[in-house]
């Protein structure tokens, strides 16, 4: 059974810094694409970085220079450090596994149920 738990988000100060987690389980981490999504009420899920099964990173342009995405293949678990937070940051942020690299939806097929982060001014 596929698992993707989130863990690590909470409120904080605009400027100040977030580490998300994403363990999963049952499925070949090491062979996915990951990523971290978004989303705000109201507003579609948009893709935020991802990472393919060697280390290579997109990110979205309005988080570039901002966030680090990173996975430890070894320990099945993808991380975020969100660095310079703002209050448009705010939003659910969702970890999901896919077979290729892409900042759209459609190729993710796994997903967790994602971590409320909330930026404050």
């Known amino acids: 059974q596929v698992q993707l738990v989130e863990s690590g988000g909470g409120s904080v100060q605009s400027g100040g810094s977030l580490r998300l987690s994403c363990a999963a389980s049952?499925?070949?981490?090491?062979?996915?694409?990951m990523g971290w999504f978004r989303q705000s009420p109201g507003k579609e899920r948009e893709g935020v970085a991802v990472?393919?099964?060697?280390?290579?990173?997109t990110y979205a342009d309005s988080v570039k220079d901002r966030f680090t995405i990173s996975r430890d293949n070894a320990k099945t678990t993808l991380f975020l450090q969100m660095n310079s937070l703002k209050t448009e940051d705010t939003a659910m942020y969702y970890c999901?596994?896919?077979?290729?690299?892409?900042?759209?939806?459609?190729?993710?097929?796994?997903w967790g149920q994602g971590t409320q982060v909330t930026v404050s001014s």
């Open positions: 049952g499925f070949p981490f090491s062979n996915y694409v």
């Open positions: 990472i393919n099964s060697v280390g290579s990173t």
């Open positions: 999901a596994a896919g077979p290729f690299a892409s900042l759209r939806v459609p190729p993710f097929n796994f």
